[in-house]
Structures are given as structure tokens and as C-alpha cells.
């Protein structure tokens, strides 16, 4: 608390700083300039504290630690869908390596992975199926009372080893390894991720319980990754000569769009984070979620199956942001991009259930962050931004008050060489940066970032230096990238 208690002073010192260069309007403000070093800065750091939580001392090799807080709370285990998430990362890391010692280093953390994942999915667990939502770090099955199953972990493993298999296979590195244990053309499979495949083609429609563990039913996120798993599969699947598998992954797909679509509600002009409920959390009233823009960033193939850009999808962004900003006392912060929580009814404070209630998370503000930037060069991409009766409200607050946004109207289509799609592209990118700024500006005095932060003082909770805080960190910020990179 001393250490954040001094970042916080800090940080407000800087903000206030940020403040007048930006009144005063330098070309090439000394805030921008630092906004810039502190990116580059966390960006190294988050590295170095998500390193800390793959495999450390006295855990078994691919265990990845959710955070290493083993008492209030409790996160000292292999997570499914924490470890898949981090793992991502390091594929990432794996191609941009500079040397031959770092690309050793990170393809032996994601063999390890691998081959943990396969021992997870040969464990007997209570769920009895590879809906297992976390298990122990000697690798042995956590056999206590918890909401599972928790289907969207089979899928999201499956995607990032997808990803893996194909980056060796196009690479021609342990082609056999990958054909004997990643992917194996054969029925039962001995293979970790044909495995995750068959048990999400044969299992998506049975309700489970969401990413937050807390409610069960039919979810948007478990179902857009799911839908990801299954085409990502398939074309492994054609590549490595499994054709039949590959037609009927694909099949599937195409069936749970059908059931994804029910997740729009006309009515309420917003995709519902579940329906179908049937157990477990019952005061999720709202339905708004950010699940949902997680949902989008982490399985949407940009095919033009709820592409972050479409206005279903932009519309619950704007809508859940909308809730947030009244409900969290530091978004009176008007200097910053609103600090977004997981959902507005929810009432886990990091430590325990019900003795407070929620606060904003750093995945959920930092995948704000990357939801904006990734919309914004879809935008760049496609070259046209079309003006709907949906977004129109939402396009013209994006322009503020300006004179322009008096001309933006229903069925327009903005072409690139146009004054209004570049400053609606400028500003999209501009409120992504404020989200990062909300991330700096709670982020302790060393980098180090927990899983919330508290609603009214702003400080660190919840469990320190947790994993998928970094991995949001990082990928949002190669969003960025990609966002500056494109033409
Ligand atoms: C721990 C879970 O991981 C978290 O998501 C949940 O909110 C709390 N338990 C309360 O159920
Ligand atoms: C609670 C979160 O709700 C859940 O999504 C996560 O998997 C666990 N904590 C571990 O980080």
C-alpha cells in the first residue's frame, strides 16, 4: 500500500502534467513522448512478471501459476483458461525472439505446456470430462467443491495450440511431435489437441459455467471460442490429411452460429452475456458483460462473424462502458478512459464474495483498450466506415461536439480519403490510449499489476501480480502496434 501509495501520487503529479501540455498543445508534448516510454517501460515489465508465473520453483514443467498468492485468495494453481492466455503470449514471444537462446527458451515453455495439458486432460477430475477448470501444480486433479464444468478451457487450449502446430509445421520444427502428440488423425486420439477438439465438437451444447466461474448456462465467450476452436481445428485438421474430421469441426461451427446469434437482443440493442441460465449466479439482471468484448477479441477470426467493428458489438461496448462510468467512483477522472469492470452486479472483491462490492479489473480495462485499436484498424483495413441507424449516436459522441459530427448520418458510407473517416479513426485510437492511461495510472510503483483495482481509492487488489493482467497488458499494446504498423 506505501509503494502504491507513492505511484499514486506520482501518477497523478504526471497526469497533471499530461493536463497542461495537452491545454497548451505542444506538437510533440513531453506527455506523449512519456506516455511513450511508460509503454515500452510496462511493456518490459509485464514480461518479466508473467515470466514469474510459468512453472516456478516447485511446480511441475508447463504448470502455469494463475498468480503466486497462495492465501487471500488463493490463485496457486494451473487454470485452463489462464494458462492458455499466457501461454498465447509466448507464442508471440517465440517469433519476435532475436536469438537462438530466447527462442530456445520459449519454444521449451511451450513444449512443457503442451505436454502438461495432455497429462490434465488423462487425469481423472470430477467433472469427468476435459471441462476441468484448474488443477493442481504437482499436475494431480483439485478436487474441491467449484463451478465446473468450465467449457470455454478446452477451446481456448485448442486455439493457442492450433496456433503452436501451425507455426512448426510451417517452420518444419518437430513436424513429428506435432503429428504424434498435438494433432493425430486417429480415433480415440493420444493427441492434446484433437482431444480438445472432439470434446467441443461433441459437448458445446450443454450449458457450463462462464469464464467467471459463477454462473452456468449458454455463453457468448464460451461459444465464440468455441466456434474458433472448431475452424481454427478444422484447417489443422485438411493440412495434416484428417479430412473427414475436418468437415465435420467445420459443421459444427456452423451450427453454434446459429445458437451464437440468439445472444442479440433487438430489444435492448445489446448481445447478452448468457442465456439459457440454469444454475449458479442469479443476480447477473443487466445481462452486459465485458465477457462479451473478451468474447470478440479472443475468438472472433475477423470473417465477419461478430467482428469487433460491427455494431452489435459496438454497441454493448458503449453500453457496458456507459454502466461503468457511473458506477466506479475513480472514473470521475473525466482525464482517463473509464476503468471497466467484469460486470455491473458483481460482487467478488478479489478476496471474497459479498463483503464488498466489485471493482474495475486490469484485463477488462486493458481489453478495452485492445478492442478499440483492433476496431479501429479493421476500420483502416476495410477502408470504409458505414454509418448505421445503430452506431450513429455512438459514432457522432466518438466526434464529440465537433461541427463534423452534424453531417455524419444514417446509410452514409465513409470513405478512407475522407476528412470524417480519418477523425473518427484518429479518435477511436485516441480513446484506446486513455484506457492504457487508466492502466498506468493505478499500475504500482515497480509495474506490478493485480487482478482489480479498488472502485474508490484506486488502489491495487485482489491477487497481486496476476498473469492474464500482464497477457491483456501486452497483447493490448500489440494491438497498438498493429494499429500504427498498418497502412
Ligand atoms: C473465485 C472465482 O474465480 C471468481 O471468479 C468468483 O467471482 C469468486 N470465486 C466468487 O465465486
Ligand atoms: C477469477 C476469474 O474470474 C477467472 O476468470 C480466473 O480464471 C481465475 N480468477 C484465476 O485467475
Known sequence: MMTSGLTFRLVVGT????????????????????????????TRLSHQYLLNDISPEGTVPGVVIAAPSKHSPDYYYHWIRDSALVMDVIISDYEKAMTPEDQQKYLKMLFDYAEFSRRNQET????????????????????????????????????????????????GINTTWVRQRLYD?????????????????????????????????????????????LIDGSELAHQLGDEGASEWYSRQAKLLEVEIDHHWDPNQNQINATIDWDGGNPYKSSGLDVAVILGVLHGSRLDGFFNPEQDQVLMTAFKLQKEFKNLFEVNRNENLGVAIGRYPEDIYDGYSIGVQIGNPWFLATSGYAEYFYRVASQWKQA???????????????????????????????????????????????????????????HTGADGQLSEQFNRVTG?????????????????????????????
Do not use: C
Request: charge should be neutral; charged fraction near 20%; glycine fraction near 6%.
Open 15 to 42: 497526469y497533471i502534467l499530461v493536463f497542461f501540455s495537452l491545454v497548451v498543445g505542444s506538437p510533440i508534448s513531453h506527455a506523449s513522448e512519456e506516455f511513450e516510454n511508460w509503454l515500452t517501460r510496462q
Open 124 to 171: 481423472p477430475t470430477r467433472s469427468g470430462g476435459l471441462g476441468e477448470p484448474k488443477f493442481n501444480v504437482d499436475g494431480s486433479a483439485f478436487n474441491g467443491e467449484w463451478g465446473r464444468p468450465q467449457n470455454d478451457g478446452p477451446a481456448l487450449r485448442a486455439i493457442v495450440l492450433t496456433r503452436f502446430a501451425k507455426l512448426l509445421l510451417k517452420q
Open 185 to 229: 488423425n486417429q480415433i480415440p486420439t493420444h493427441s492434446v489437441i484433437k482431444s480438445d477438439l472432439e470434446y467441443t465438437a461433441y459437448h458445446w451444447r450443454e450449458s457450463s459455467y462462464d469464464l467467471w466461474e459463477e454462473t452456468r448456462g449458454q455463453h457468448f465467450y464460451t461459444r465464440m471460442v468455441q466456434r474458433r476452436a
Open 383 to 441: 477502408g470504409e466506415i458505414r454509418v448505421t441507424s445503430i452506431n450513429l449516436d455512438l459514432l457522432k459522441s466518438l466526434l464529440k461536439s465537433s461541427p463534423e459530427s452534424q453531417q455524419l448520418k444514417a446509410g452514409q458510407v465513409l470513405m478512407s480519403h475522407q476528412a470524417l473517416f480519418q477523425q473518427l479513426i484518429g479518435r477511436m485510437q485516441e480513446e484506446a490510449d486513455l484506457y492504457l492511461k487508466r492502466v498506468q495510472y
Open 459 to 487: 488502489f491495487l487488489q485482489g491477487a497481486p501480480n496476476l498473469g492474464w493482467s500482464y497477457a491483456s497488458f501486452i497483447t493490448a499494446l500489440w494491438e497498438r502496434d498493429r494499429f500504427f504498423a498498418e497502412k
